[in-house]
């Protein structure tokens, strides 16, 4: 009997999913849902867009035929608004209905609107689709003041936006550093400098009361809590994602912040899988549960949720050492595992322009940072893999070059 796979969502957890099951159930159904009118593109590459530096091209990965060519239903501009999780089955908006053998979810999030009078003016841009980074570019092109909200991997795309379309921007921290999670403060000025060379001035300790708006709701101003206005035409918000979970209500599916999965991509409710930025997924590395937003990440869990789904079992575990880059500066950045978590950081500055973080729990390296040379980052990675325990080796992990042979050999259990 033919398989009837639904997966809701066309991100590239959706479409990774998408493509892995068309190779191992060729004779299956297949349907992919979205709300978004048009079909996978890159998520990384929309930023360079925004800024001006790519046309949209080289942005579209997947157009409709390629679907077509491998068999894969796509219903785009289709909002699902229930799950009968007992009848397998999915209803829309306009009413179509949908049945599964097996269901994934991979609906990603919606940017946080900021909690402030004027917070939905026009002029206030959130950063997540290829949409909005058209209506980014159009409006950045002709704005001269902006502001940017958000001292994340997200909020420093649209500080940089500004800098590449000469907008006088300031970036409100409240903090008193970028991404103070994850970096210390003489990592974080190495971010600073390149902001400031970019034009764009970091205003930390500091955060958005209200937006000021003329007579046509566009936004003028910025008000920061000790009541200064700045002037700004163009506001860029990025303070996290609202995880689009309401899909599930009623389902019995357990959300936590997020959608809450195994190793194996699956609910607590069967025949549902989860994939992508929306999962609290059970990483075998940390031993606990964890989210991440990478891309590789989202990836790899659209694949591994499909072979699971078409072993109907548990044939492939989830194991991902993530990694972010950002390519803003005239130095490069990187961020892998999981920076912001552990018991322990170690760290070292190079140069003006290059630091290494490293984060470990329990003696093991879980995730870092490193600024200006990347090259360390598969020995760390290898390193994460293994789980191996780097206790009292402080001094090798932070040579310039590192030479996993220098380190001591793992202790063998007795």
């Not at 999915?90 to 994934?104: F, M, R």
């Not at 921007?169 to 970028?178: E, I, K, L, S």
């Amino acid at each position: 009997m033919t398989q009837s796979y639904v997966i809701i969502g066309d991100g590239i957890a959706g479409s990774s999913a998408a493509e892995t099951l068309r190779e191992e159930a060729p004779e299956s159904d297949i349907t992919v849902i979205t709300d978004e009118g048009e079909a996978l593109y890159n998520r990384i590459l929309i930023k360079e867009f925004a800024k001006g530096k790519l046309p949209e091209a080289p942005i579209s990965i997947h157009e409709e035929d390629w679907y077509a060519e491998r068999e894969i239903d796509l219903a785009l501009n289709t909002h699902v608004t229930e799950i009968d999780p007992d009848a397998h089955t999915i209803y829309t908006h306009e009413s179509d209905t949908y049945e599964y053998d097996k269901l994934l979810v991979a609906t990603g999030g919606t940017p946080t609107q900021l909690p402030v009078d004027n917070s939905d003016a026009d002029g206030i841009h959130h950063f997540w689709t290829f949409q909005d980074a058209r209506n980014i570019a159009e409006h950045a092109e002709r704005a001269d003041t902006g502001a940017v909200v958000g001292a994340g991997l997200l909020g420093i795309d649209l500080a940089a936006i500004c800098g590449a379309q000469d907008i006088d921007a300031n970036y409100f921290m409240r903090g008193n550093r970028w991404w103070r999670y994850a970096l210390s403060e003489e990592g974080a000025e190495i971010i600073h400098d390149g902001l400031r060379e970019k034009g764009v001035t970091p205003v930390f300790d500091s955060g958005v009361d209200a937006f000021v708006t003329d007579d046509d709701g566009k936004v003028t101003a910025t008000v920061t809590p000790d009541g200064e206005e700045h002037d700004s035409d163009f506001v860029g918000v990025a303070i996290g994602l609202d995880f689009n979970v309401e899909v599930l209500q009623g389902t019995g599916v357990e959300t936590d912040d997020g959608v809450v999965v195994d190793e194996y991509m699956q609910t607590n409710v069967d025949d549902i899988y989860a994939a992508g930025d929306l999962t609290r997924f059970y990483d075998t590395i940390l031993n606990d549960h964890g989210q991440n937003g990478s891309w590789g990440s989202a990836k790899e869990q659209g694949q591994v949720a499909a072979k699971n789904m078409v072993a109907d079992g548990e044939s492939e575990a989830f194991r991902w050492v993530s990694s972010y880059s950002i390519t803003h500066f005239d130095f490069p950045f990187l961020s892998f595992g999981h920076p912001t978590l552990g018991d322990n950081h170690i760290e070292r500055k190079y140069s003006d322009t290059e630091w290494r973080r490293l984060a470990l729990k329990d003696g093991k390296i879980i995730g870092g940072v490193l600024i200006g040379d990347l090259a360390p980052q598969s020995a760390f990675k290898q390193l994460v893999r293994e789980e191996r325990d780097v206790s009292g080796q402080t001094d090798v992990l932070l040579e310039e070059e590192v030479d996993l042979e220098e380190l001591e050999a793992p202790q063998k259990e007795q």
